[in-house]
């Protein structure tokens, strides 16, 4: 199970690299007046990539529980395809009108944009207040949708995950080290680390996006929750001063060694490995990271002993250290065309239900409200469960706005940022230039 989520993890934020030409062909595909069959389904289809088993194995035991209902009216039907193949494969059923009544919604906001925008995708939000479940979707979740929807509610949150950074308690108090809330704390406490022989940060730098990460979250806190919005709209360029910064403070972490040895060739699951097998004392990561915690074939150091903080503030910054990261996973959405009365009713018992099934059967997360109390797993998991309950707004990541093209340049060349074959300079004109030239 952990190797299936954590396959699933490292395909899904590598996701927003997927090409543009496969983004241009499904636009090409959903041009004109939105088509796709208006015939009653007779099935609760369900298309989703094969590396996540969450979402299939709850829905799966919704349909034979709580949701019985429901699926005896509407069977469940699930069909996968490999999460390399999904936008191919939405852009043969979009095109052949035959997209099914609920569906992984595409690798990048930009492509399940071009599907609602063509008449494709439900208005979840307005299905969702009409049944009287629109409550029943966690504040902060809805926040972090319309963040990378434009305003709109596009999908729904099957899962719902914060950032942030796990830390080694014990590593902690043996070196005197409280828990950083400000950048110079947490790079005084790295230094303090670094001297004592302990690898201050885990990372994987083939991956990209944990580097990354850490720019964003420099920038969030030093300019504000808009950074990257006004990127994106044109009212900044990565290649200002104050977002060269951002780069070079992230550089300057791998200059003085706090990410190790070779962290450009370090992937997904060795990063994972150094963290929870106590080789270094944080590890930036999502909340997804709770079930490796979880797992004590996994995790040597102890669920006791892993704490979580937020970025910390930069001084003098604008932004706000309870705003935290977050996404939505690989997001699922609904057929516009085959939403009736039989799908709502399976919506509306996903949504009073979903949350507290996924918690209590596989320790995820998710941006439905729990109908009962689970009892959290450690306290790490509880903590960060109720972080989650408690935030209104929350921040995206770093490429979150950008352009396919760009995503792929930034995380291909996050580890020589940090490895200092590239200055901060040349990273961000680097990135700035794939977003000129969409």
Excluded at 282 to 298: C, E, H, P, R, V
Excluded at 351 to 372: C, E, M, R
């Amino acid at each position: 199970m952990n190797t299936v989520r954590s396959a699933a993890r490292r395909v899904r934020f590598a996701s927003l690299g997927a090409s543009t030409a496969v983004l241009a062909l499904l636009v090409t595909a959903c041009g004109g007046s939105g088509g796709g069959s208006t015939a009653a389904p007779k099935e609760f289809s369900y298309l989703t990539n094969t590396e996540n088993a969450t979402v299939k194995t709850a829905l799966g035991t919704l349909a034979k529980g709580a949701c019985a209902d429901a699926n005896k009216a509407l069977p469940l039907k699930v069909e996968t395809v490999p999460q390399t193949s999904l936008d191919q494969k939405l852009q043969l059923l979009a095109g052949q009108g035959a997209l099914p009544v609920q569906f992984a919604a595409g690798n990048a906001p930009a492509l399940t944009d071009q599907l609602y925008k063509s008449g494709k995708i439900a208005d979840i939000e307005g299905e969702l207040k009409k049944l009287g479940v629109l409550d029943r979707i966690e504040p902060g979740a809805i926040s972090t949708i319309k963040a990378l929807y434009d305003g709109k509610m596009e999908v729904l949150p099957y899962e719902y995950n914060i950032e942030g950074i796990f830390y080694n308690k014990k590593v902690f108090r043996a070196n005197g080290i409280e828990e950083p809330r400000t950048w110079g704390r947490l790079t005084k406490a790295a230094s303090t680390l670094q001297g004592k022989g302990v690898q201050p940060f885990s990372a994987s730098g083939q991956q990209g996006w944990p580097l990354t990460r850490l720019i964003s979250g420099y920038l969030y806190r030093s300019l504000g929750a808009d950074a990257l919005e006004k990127v994106r709209d044109g009212k900044a360029k990565l290649t200002d001063p104050a977002y060269v910064k951002a780069a070079q403070a992230v550089a300057d972490l791998g200059k003085k060694g706090y990410f190790g040895k070779g962290v450009g060739s370090v992937d997904y699951d060795t990063s994972f490995n150094t963290f929870l097998t106590g080789k270094a004392a944080m590890f930036y990561m999502g909340s997804w990271a709770l079930t490796n915690i979880a797992d004590k074939k996994q995790n040597k150091i102890g669920a006791a002993d892993i704490g979580f903080m937020p970025f910390p503030a930069v001084a003098g910054g604008k932004g706000s250290i309870d705003e935290y990261p977050s996404n939505v996973g690989l997001a699922m959405t609904l057929n516009k065309k085959t939403f009736d009365s039989k799908v709502g009713d399976w919506v509306g018992c996903v949504a009073k239900n979903y949350g507290s099934t996924a918690l209590k059967d596989q320790g995820s997360i998710s941006g439905f409200k729990p109908s009962s109390p689970v009892k959290a797993a450690n306290a790490v998991s509880g903590d960060v469960r109720d972080r989650i309950s408690r935030t209104r707004r929350n921040v995206l990541w770093f490429e979150a706005l950008f352009s396919t093209k760009a995503t792929t340049v930034s995380q291909t060349n996050a580890a020589q940022l940090v490895s200092g074959s590239m200055s901060a300079q040349q990273f961000m004109r680097t990135v700035q230039d794939a977003l000129d030239s969409k």
